[in-house]
């Protein structure tokens, strides 16, 4: 069978996880990388031994071999590449947010109605660790009862100081959301993917816990803890911390909290999902497992096996027991997802996230910042 090619946009820290991930699935070719960044860009496809190299998005999309586009830009950049990669004809993987605002991710969604042979996709990538999935299945066949009550965190420490600096806190590069669309994002579309719940009304506290930031005068990479010997004094309007209370469509109700301040951790995402029955809670830092509670009996650890995991989930896990598989793991599931279902002939309901579900989430970003603006509930509808 063909191999799919794939070009991959954004040479930075996220477009390395995709040509690392693209690699490992049997289906694909990684055939050609672009960024602005000339040098960059050849760096990378010498050191993987890729095929083509550009130097423009405009030069990867007229290359009539590829079949598939990844998205890794920042996010101001998200609206305009995926419109010309939607225009081309060619599949999209964008990561995610979608778009800066609901208006752009809009636009987009109606774009991709004029060209239904195209697969789009956005990386949600938790949603592909096995045992993400092992609660979906589980919640869906009925284990822990009525969805009742979601809560957790998702919490970083890499803005944990005021010389710590991200494009993500500027307002006209990353939308107007740093920890809610960096961080929160994942949050919202993991509990709504696993309960099928929709969160319908939330009521948010958004915090700049740190308002004047060192930025370098030269640029640095995400997670460096480079201290600036040269910057720039800048005032932050973008949150680096948020609560959020939530009800669901389904009677549900929940609260998360998100922090980039949270000293020592440096991916603790986590969530609790209470049912009538029974409850499960996951934690993305020792992911290979789940703890489920019980009234009246022993709470237990369920832990990853492929022997003894939902069959639904089997595609998505490949190690045995006792061998932990990790976000770079989960990350490749997701794509794996992607490709699998444009080689299955796009057939069915996709198991990632689809522009719709993604504009959504950046529907659900902007009422947060609504709510916490005028610190009242807000419907999202």
């Known amino acids: 069978m063909k191999k799919i090619k794939v070009g991959i946009i954004g040479m930075g820290y996220i477009g390395e996880s995709h040509i690392e991930a693209v690699r490992r699935i049997g289906c694909c070719e990684l055939y050609a990388v672009a960024d602005t960044n000339a040098d960059l860009a050849k760096a990378k496809a010498d050191y993987y031994g890729i095929e083509k190299c550009y130097s423009s998005v405009a030069e990867l999309l007229a290359d009539t071999d590829i079949d598939a586009v990844h998205n890794c830009t920042p996010n101001f950049l998200h609206l305009s590449i995926n419109k010309e990669i939607i225009k081309s004809g060619k599949h999209l993987l964008s990561e995610k947010p979608l778009c800066m605002n609901y208006a752009e991710a809009s636009e987009l969604v109606e774009l991709k109605k004029q060209h239904p042979d195209s697969v789009a996709a956005v990386n949600f990538n938790y949603r592909l660790n096995p045992m993400i999935q092992e609660i979906k299945n589980r919640i869906a066949d009925g284990k822990i009862g009525d969805v009742r009550i979601m809560t957790g965190s998702y919490q970083q420490d890499w803005l944990l100081y005021d010389t710590d600096y991200s494009w993500r806190l500027e307002p006209e590069v990353s939308g107007n959301s740093c920890a809610i669309a960096d961080i929160g994002s994942h949050w919202m579309d993991a509990v709504q993917h696993v309960t099928g719940h929709r969160i319908t009304e939330v009521m948010a506290d958004l915090k700049t816990l740190i308002p004047v930031r060192k930025k370098p005068k030269k640029q640095t990479e995400t997670f460096t803890s480079n201290v600036p010997t040269e910057f720039d004094e800048v005032e ?146």
Not at 314 to 340: C, Q, R, S, V
Not at 355 to 364: G, H, P, R, T
């Open 236 to 381: 932050i309007k973008n949150e680096d911390y948020g609560a959020v209370m939530f009800h669901t469509d389904k009677g549900a109700t929940g609260v998360y909290h998100v922090s980039e301040l949270a000293a020592g951790h440096g991916c603790y995402f986590n969530f609790e999902i209470n049912g009538s029955k029974a409850s499960l809670k996951w934690n993305q830092e020792e992911n290979d497992r789940l703890w489920m509670g019980l009234r009246g009996d022993d709470n237990r650890f369920i832990i990853r096996d492929p022997n003894a995991i939902s069959p639904a989930v089997k595609p998505y896990t490949a190690l045995a027991m006792g061998h932990p598989e990790g976000w770079n793991d989960a990350f490749k599931g997701n794509i794996y997802a992607f490709y699998k279902f444009i080689e299955d002939g796009a057939k069915g309901e996709p198991i990632f996230a689809t522009l719709e579900q993604a504009a959504y989430i950046v529907k659900l970003t902007e009422a947060v910042i609504e709510s916490s603006k005028a610190k009242k509930w807000i419907e999202v509808k």
